[in-house]
Structure formats: structure tokens, C-alpha cells
């Protein structure tokens, strides 16, 4: 099994900051696409950003463009999330997910996922 693990989520007001960290196993991890998703009640799951093996590559969504960065560290085996001037509807859980030979923002796309930590942005 590829398990994905996340950390970083919180509590933060409106403007602040939240790095979240996604960890996976070395080889497998560091060789696919890893990305972020994020999900809120009534809202449909949103592909946040994402990053092919190279780090060369990314994606972002329109609402996160400028305020958020994905990067990765092959060395430690993971990928960031730095989140900045988050706004309440930033607010949802957010999801890790790896695939390998495929990159996007499309949920079916992945086939590894996280169990997700929860980001709260209060105005």
C-alpha cells in the first residue's frame, strides 16, 4: 500500500498562513505527480494544485493562483503546500493525492490519497 500522510492543517484567521507537508514512500512518491485537493460540505471536491516528479511542472487552481505554492523535496520524500492570505473560503479538508505517469486537477485522475487535515480559515 502507498499511504500518504498530511500535516499542517489548523485554525488560522483571514490573511494569515498554513504550510501544509504530504509525505508518501520515497521511490513510488517521489516518482509520480502528487497534488492537492480540497473538499467543503456542499461544495464539490477541488483540485488545489499539483506537481509532476520534476517539480518543473505545476498547476494551480484560478482561485489559489498567487497566494498558493506546491513544491517538493525528493530528499525528504515530500511535497509542501505553502498557503498564503488565506480567505474563509479556503476553508475545507484537504486531500494528498499521488498518481504516477498522469498530473492535473482532476480528482479521478489519482490513485493514492491521503486521509486529509483539516484547514479552517475564520474572518
Known amino acids: 500500500q502507498v499511504q500518504l500522510v498530511e500535516s499542517g492543517g489548523g485554525s488560522v484567521q483571514a490573511g494569515g498562513s498554513l504550510r501544509l507537508s504530504c509525505v508518501g514512500p520515497?521511490?513510488?512518491?517521489?516518482?509520480?505527480?502528487v497534488a492537492w485537493f480540497r473538499q467543503s460540505p456542499g461544495k464539490e471536491r477541488e483540485g488545489v494544485a499539483a506537481?509532476?516528479?520534476?517539480?518543473?511542472?505545476?498547476f494551480y487552481a484560478d482561485s489559489v493562483k498567487g497566494r498558493f505554492t506546491i513544491s517538493r523535496n525528493h530528499a525528504e520524500n515530500r511535497v509542501y503546500l505553502d498557503m498564503q492570505q488565506l480567505t474563509v473560503q479556503d476553508t475545507g479538508m484537504y486531500y494528498c493525492?499521488?498518481?504516477?505517469?498522469?498530473?492535473?486537477?482532476?480528482?479521478?485522475?489519482?490513485?493514492?490519497w491521503g486521509q486529509g487535515t483539516q484547514v479552517t480559515v475564520s474572518s
Open positions: 520515497g521511490g513510488p512518491f517521489n516518482s509520480a505527480c
Open positions: 506537481i509532476k516528479s520534476g517539480g518543473i511542472t505545476i
Open positions: 493525492a499521488a498518481v504516477r505517469d498522469r498530473c492535473g486537477l482532476r480528482a479521478a485522475v489519482y490513485e493514492y
